[in-house]
């Protein structure tokens, strides 16, 4: 649900590559919500032709042009409505595990509930997330492709002007993982195991349930986020 297999052709090149970055997946998947008023009206066009025709509906190939945005901070993700709404679910979460401590005086919920809110966004803090998602150069000035292949109807053409980022790198890039990063991925799970082990003294059966709701609740969020399409932001 997250992204989609594409490739990344150098317009000044012809180099084909793979995608691996997660970034330019979701980019490509998302491309029908985000695409310029122009080409979603030829795309509809063509799409409207081909079925009058008496033989199987085709359509053409759809080029769309785009210029990449003069911004302070490239390779900086862009605060939607999709990212704040983490923060509203987190709120939602706090609140639905506060109702045990007004009914039953306990308050083992909410503390595990925070616990947990806190173990999932520890890893943001310390691991080298962002680094990986944005390695690659900046200021290219060769154009990038992006399409599924041969027989996708839509390429996705990002011109250089050196503003934005080098999708080459972007798509093929990988970054060794350090020492460092596997002891504190080692550290986290052993805190996971802790807290799953310290939520079993969760009381009551009514206060389990609530806990269950808050359970439900980010799961909710979850499958939202993955699902929401996204913009461009190029």
């Known amino acids: 649900m997250g992204a989609c297999s594409c490739i990344v052709i150098h317009g000044h090149s012809g180099q084909i590559r793979a995608n691996n970055s997660w970034i330019l997946g979701r980019l490509m998947r998302d491309y029908p919500t985000w695409m310029s008023k122009e080409v979603r009206r030829r795309t ?23 210029q990449p945005v003069a911004r302070p901070k490239r390779g900086k993700p862009i605060w939607d409505k999709v990212a704040v709404s983490g923060l509203m679910f987190v709120i939602l979460q706090l609140v639905l595990s506060a109702m045990p401590f007004f009914w039953a005086k306990n308050w083992l919920p909410f503390a595990i509930t925070l616990i947990g809110t806190l173990l999932a966004w520890l890893p943001l803090a ?16 060769a154009p990038f492709i992006i399409t599924k292949g041969n027989g996708h109807q839509h390429a996705i053409v990002i011109l250089g002007s050196s503003l934005g980022l080098h999708l080459e790198d972007l798509a093929t890039s990988q970054r060794p993982v350090s020492g460092t990063v596997k002891l504190q991925v080692l550290g986290l799970a052993t805190l996971w195991v802790l807290f799953l082990v310290a939520s079993r003294s969760v009381g009551s059966s009514s206060s389990a349930l609530w806990l269950l709701a808050v359970g439900a609740v980010g799961m909710l969020q979850n499958i939202l986020v993955a699902a929401w399409p996204r913009e461009s932001g190029v």
């Not at 509809?44 to 785009?66: D, E, M, N, R, W």
Request: aromatic share 8%; glycine share 6%; hydrophobic share 35%.
């Open 126 to 141: 310390i691991l080298p997330w962002t680094d990986e998602k944005w390695t690659c150069r900046k200021g290219p000035t």
């Open 44 to 66: 509809q066009a063509a799409i409207a032709q081909s079925t009058q025709v008496p033989k199987p509906p085709s359509v053409s190939l759809c080029v769309g042009v785009y």
